[in-house]
């Protein structure tokens, strides 16, 4: 088995298997209590689009590309010549080892015209999978009584790009920098090509023609243009019933504004229900990424407010109001690509505040900004006949530097921290199983060396996590959980509906029946004996079923979900989910 597919298949057991250590109790003054309803579904929600963004950033697994040889005839004949040494002349961009393992065994033997053949086939090989796909390796004419073989390489270049459906402007320096002139290597088109595709609305693809001069090429481009202005409108029930569960949202994302394959995107969400005087909550983000090659520099910003009213024992009914600002800048870039997948590097600097007010006095265990450096080294791989994305992060609390501020103590075992270290693992997979039948699993994993504010620990049970719960959540310093869907693609795509055809395409085909099956588990890690249980953590297990179309025009999912294991706390029953939206 492939090293890297072995790899990756032991991460995932581990994943799943990793025994998180129970709780320990040490006597220290205890934190102020939090507010349950402080870390609602819309917490999730945040953290679920900050690990749905690191996942969709990644390139897609590397295409399988087969190149036709031009193969020699390796019969042997009759005549050979002693060939005592093998010289290669001009075969760069490939280690000197790779040619004497293939040169080395040829060496002091007497070699026919097919066994000539067969090396130069094995150092063309060698080319392409490194992706130098042009390059040929050629037998000058030559006098072999002298014992003594030499081989010419000849590196095919770049003559120039066409580009066909859109301007070329500034897309071949954005996508393709430094390639036009060079010597022609698959991966830097297949870099380029992944960059044009990363605009979610381009479907960009390469054809390598002969190029004007010999050894030559030329890359013709096709791609069409499917605007720039993009969006959707939509709405859920997965919020929160104390500050409005029905949400609506808006997109709208910006392709290739400034000609630069840049990509812009803004997004509203704000709760629906009828009292917003009462209760409600809203959301605003931004983002941009612009690339360069392998590289893609990206940033964003997004605050969310909410407020509702909630029973304290001490002072009665009082108005709870919570706000979360974001600001992250970061770049990443692209370090290997092979046949079976693509590793990317990325580093982020995040700056994050968190207010929480009863009544509008602060509460400085639930407010801080802090900064962080997040580090992350992702693959994207085709393995096992599915698309599978695996991402390794490490978060590093940077203290009091960078513009981090807090209102209460950071240190001791119970209190907040923000100088920490928190490792990560996500886990994105598609796999086939059967005809029609797809299994997708999403896992994710962490760590906190220290104690972390609620805002920033990990928490499940909801829609973006263990789904069979909403308006109770586990969290805690440390967690896993694996999310698994098994879909199945009903025999829609062929059906015929005469008068109603166009309701049959926009409404029905497509549509996919699902299984759900979730689990998780938080550990609180630094707990004390009167720590609420919520906060100390505990183990989920959900399961479900639902109906749902996401591609096309109109798009909708509807699910029912049931708790199987609660960890105590209190039974929801059957929690119905509904979205559906329409894309513009």
């Known amino acids: 088995m492939n090293l890297k597919a072995s790899f990756f298949r032991s991460v995932l057991v581990a994943t799943v298997c990793f025994p998180f250590i129970g709780e320990h109790a040490e006597a220290q003054t205890t934190p102020p209590?939090?507010?349950?309803?402080?870390?609602?579904?819309?917490q999730q929600y945040l953290q679920h689009k900050e690990r749905q963004q690191l996942m969709e950033g990644l390139p897609p697994p590397s295409s399988n590309v087969q190149i036709n040889q031009n193969r020699h005839n390796d019969a042997q004949t009759e005549h050979c010549v002693t060939i005592q040494s093998i010289e290669v002349v001009n075969a760069n961009n490939i280690s000197?080892?790779?040619?004497?393992?293939?040169?080395?065994?040829?060496?002091?033997?007497?070699?026919?015209?097919?066994?000539?053949?067969?090396?130069?086939?094995?150092?063309?090989?060698?080319?392409?999978d490194k992706g130098f796909v042009t390059t040929r390796a050629y037998l000058p004419q030559q006098d072999l009584k002298q014992g003594t073989l030499h081989i010419v390489v000849i590196?095919?270049?770049?003559?120039?790009f066409q580009f066909h459906g859109i301007s070329q402007s500034n897309h071949e320096t954005m996508a393709f920098p430094w390639v036009k002139g060079g010597i022609l290597n698959l991966k830097d088109l297949e870099q380029g090509i992944d960059q044009m595709n990363r605009l979610p609305d381009w479907s960009a693809s390469m054809k390598i023609a002969p190029g004007d001069e010999p050894g030559t090429s030329i890359v013709n481009i096709n791609a069409n243009n499917p605007g720039i202005l993009h969006g959707?409108?939509?709405?859920?029930?997965?919020?929160?019933?104390?500050?409005?569960?029905?949400?609506?949202?808006?997109?709208?994302?910006?392709?290739?504004?400034?000609?630069?394959?840049?990509?812009?995107?803004?997004?509203?969400?704000?709760?629906?229900?009828?009292?917003?005087?009462?209760?409600?909550?809203?959301?605003?983000?931004?983002?941009?990424?612009i690339p360069l090659g392998p590289w893609t520099f990206f940033g964003g910003w997004y605050r969310y407010d909410d407020f509702y009213h909630v029973d304290y024992a001490w002072q009665g009914r009082g108005r709870f109001d919570s706000t979360n600002k974001d600001f992250h800048i970061g770049a990443s870039r692209v370090v290997a690509r092979n046949s079976i997948g693509v590793t990317t590097l990325q580093a982020t600097y995040e700056?994050?505040?968190?207010?929480?007010?009863?009544?509008?006095?602060?509460?400085?265990?639930?407010?801080?900004?802090?900064?962080?450096?997040?580090?992350?080294?992702?693959?994207?791989?085709?393995?096992?006949?599915?698309?599978?994305?695996?991402?390794?992060?490490?978060?590093i609390g940077l203290g009091g530097a960078m513009g981090t501020e807090t209102w209460t103590y950071n240190q001791g075992t119970y209190n907040p921290h923000t100088q920490y270290v928190k490792p990560s693992l996500d886990i994105d997979g598609y796999q086939p199983i059967a005809q029609d039948f797809m299994w997708h699993t999403s896992i994710h994993g962490e760590y906190a060396s220290k104690n972390q504010y609620g805002n920033e620990q990990m928490q499940i049970g909801g829609p973006y996590t263990v789904r069979g719960f909403l308006k109770q959540t586990m969290m805690g310093n440390a967690g896993v959980y694996m999310r698994n869907d098994l879909s199945w693609s009903l025999p829609t795509n062929e059906m015929h509906c005469d008068a109603?055809?166009?309701?049959?395409?926009?409404?029905?085909?497509?549509?996919?029946?699902?299984?759900?099956?979730?689990?998780?588990?938080?550990?609180?890690?630094?707990?004390?004996?009167?720590?609420?249980?919520?906060?100390?953590?505990?183990?989920?297990?959900?399961?479900?079923?639902?109906?749902?179309?996401?591609?096309?025009?109109?798009f909708w999912n509807a699910s029912a979900?049931?708790?199987?294991?609660?960890?105590?706390?209190?039974?929801?029953?059957?929690i119905a989910m509904f979205s559906i939206g329409v894309r513009l």
């Open 33 to 42: 209590p939090v507010s349950p309803q402080s870390f609602n579904q819309y």
């Open 351 to 395: 700056l994050k505040s968190f207010d929480s007010y009863i009544e509008h006095s602060r509460i400085g265990t639930q407010s801080a900004r802090l900064s962080s450096l997040n580090l992350n080294a992702s693959e994207s791989m085709r393995i096992w006949g599915g698309a599978w994305y695996a991402s390794l992060g490490m978060k």
């Open 561 to 574: 979900t049931h708790a199987l294991t609660t960890a105590g706390l209190p039974p929801e029953g059957w």
């Open 500 to 554: 109603y055809q166009i309701f049959c395409n926009q409404l029905i085909k497509g549509t996919e029946l699902y299984g759900i099956f979730d689990v998780g588990m938080t550990r609180g890690v630094f707990t004390y004996a009167d720590m609420p249980k919520t906060e100390k953590g505990g183990n989920l297990v959900g399961a479900g079923l639902g109906i749902r179309k996401t591609a096309g025009t109109i």
């Open 232 to 289: 959707q409108v939509s709405t859920d029930n997965n919020g929160q019933s104390y500050s409005g569960r029905t949400i609506g949202r808006t997109i709208l994302t910006a392709e290739d504004l400034f000609g630069l394959l840049d990509m812009w995107s803004v997004e509203y969400d704000h709760s629906l229900n009828n009292r917003q005087s009462d209760r409600h909550n809203s959301f605003f983000t931004a983002e941009g990424s």
């Open 155 to 160: 590196g095919g270049k770049v003559q120039g």
């Open 96 to 128: 000197s080892s790779t040619i004497q393992n293939i040169t080395k065994p040829w060496q002091n033997k007497c070699m026919s015209l097919g066994d000539m053949n067969s090396i130069l086939n094995k150092i063309n090989k060698a080319y392409i």
